[in-house]
């Protein structure tokens, strides 16, 4: 252990602590959002007897399940 170079153990400290944190995903957030605000719209339309109106919120319910689980990637 005397051949041990004394800046290895050094080299391994990082400034992990001081790394820019995310900011939080918002659009995960706002998909999440429009999922149950789409649902439940869904499921009072049903209730009050409009099955056309239900499955438009359905519909938009789908379109956001899709979009909140095959999110956007820019291959710019």
Same mark, same amino acid.
Not at 30 to 39: D, P, R
Not at 43 to 72: K, Q
């Given at each position: 252990?005397? @051949? =041990? /170079?004394? /800046?290895?153990? =050094?080299? %391994?400290?990082? @400034?992990?602590?001081? !790394?820019?944190?995310?900011?939080? @995903?918002?659009s995960r957030r706002t998909y999440t959002f429009l999922l149950v605000v789409s649902? #439940?719209?869904? !499921?009072?339309?049903?209730?009050?007897?409009?099955? %056309?109106?239900?499955? !438009? %919120?359905?519909? !938009?319910?789908? *379109? #956001? *399940? +899709?979009?909140?689980?095959?999110? +956007?990637? /820019? @291959?710019?």
């Amino acid at each position: 252990m005397r @051949d =041990e /170079d004394p /800046d290895f153990t =050094e080299s %391994f400290h990082s @400034d992990a602590r001081q !790394l820019p944190r995310r900011a939080p @995903d918002l659009s995960r957030r706002t998909y999440t959002f429009l999922l149950v605000v789409s649902s #439940v719209s869904c !499921l009072i339309m049903l209730a009050a007897g409009s099955p %056309f109106i239900s499955l !438009l %919120f359905a519909g !938009l319910a789908a *379109w #956001v *399940w +899709y979009a909140r689980s095959h999110p +956007y990637e /820019d @291959d710019r």
